[in-house]
Nanobody, 128 residues
């Protein structure tokens, strides 16, 4: 069984920065992509950022220029550097991984339906 564990969430003020981390444990697996989603109270889970190995990145418009995703495919780890945080960034942030896909399969990694493994989430709260 694969487990994804997020860390790094917390309570910060608007304009501050946070760095989220996600590491995989349990059964060894190969991922095609890893990403971050978030869910605010009363709202649906939404895409934040993804990295498709060997390192192609994709971001939601709401975080472009403020958030940076990075990671290590060999370790199945992914990070999310969040700068210039805003109150509207407040949400539970989830790490997720897309399992191995053959090369001919296009992975956009922007839809939650593409992901096979999910973490439990870490709370990020940004006060104004």
């Amino acid at each position: 069984q694969v487990q994804l564990v997020e860390s790094g969430g917390g309570l910060v003020q608007a304009g501050d920065s946070l760095r989220l981390s996600c590491a995989a444990s349990g059964r060894t697996f190969s991922s095609s992509a890893m990403g971050w989603f978030r869910q605010a109270p009363g709202k649906e889970r939404e895409f934040v950022a993804a990295i498709t190995w060997p390192g192609y990145t994709n971001y939601a418009d709401s975080v472009k220029g403020r958030f940076t995703i990075s990671g290590d495919s060999a370790e199945n780890t992914v990070y999310l550097q969040m700068n210039s945080l805003k109150p509207e960034d407040t949400a539970v942030y989830f790490c997720a991984a897309v399992g191995f896909r053959p090369a001919m399969v296009i992975v956009t990694a922007t839809s939650s339906n593409e992901y096979d493994y999910w973490g439990q989430g870490t709370q990020v709260t940004v006060s104004s």
